[in-house]
């Protein structure tokens, strides 16, 4: 699948957010986020996937840190190993399920903490998926506006981050019209 860019925006200090149709397992960056739970358990979804391309040293460094630290809070992000793919490391963050209330923060939360760990490894560019928009049932309207503040908030509090390049990665669908629809890319 070649990638399409949707919407670019340009933020201070050469600090670009693209959204694009793409394989977040193919994406040129960095680092990728995994849409995670708490236990780091990849049984479904996009951290199946990203278990299965990476091979087992993630899911055992993903059952390591659980045991030592206990399970990731919402709204927090770990990063492992990327195993057998071709990243520098993985993020996993965790975001809300729908009912716990006060989603749009805990995902906003989440992302923070996902794009805070690429910042501190020094990594210049990040790909995440669309993060408790399936299994975890938040709505596309909710998610989107999550996802625009979370990296408009990331930018304007680390102005002098090294993570210049901030993508989020989707397939067609309705969270991603929903998205064109937050970005002004569709009315």
Excluded: Q
Aim: proline residues 6%.
């Amino acid at each position: 699948m070649d990638e399409r860019i949707v919407r670019t925006v340009e933020f201070a200090g050469g600090h670009v957010f693209s959204v694009v149709v793409h394989d977040l397992l193919k994406e040129p960056v960095d680092c990728i986020v995994n849409a995670a739970n708490g236990m780091l358990a990849h049984g479904g979804g996009v951290a199946a996937a990203i278990a299965k391309a990476a091979g087992p040293l993630l899911v055992e460094e993903s059952n390591a840190f659980v045991v030592k630290n206990g399970p990731v809070p919402v709204g927090e992000a770990v990063v492992t190993t990327a195993g057998n793919l071709t990243f520098k490391g993985v993020i996993h963050a965790v975001g809300p399920r729908m009912g716990e209330g006060d989603e749009e923060r805990k995902l906003v939360d989440a992302l923070n903490a996902a794009f805070l760990r690429a910042h501190e490894k020094g990594w210049s560019s990040l790909s995440f998926p669309g993060i408790s928009s399936g299994i975890f049932s938040v709505p596309p309207a909710i998610c989107a506006r999550a996802y625009a503040r979370a990296v408009d908030t990331f930018f304007e509090n680390c102005p002098g981050s090294p993570l210049k390049t901030i993508r989020l990665c989707l397939f067609e669908g309705p969270l991603l019209e929903v998205v064109k629809i937050e970005l002004g890319v569709i009315k």
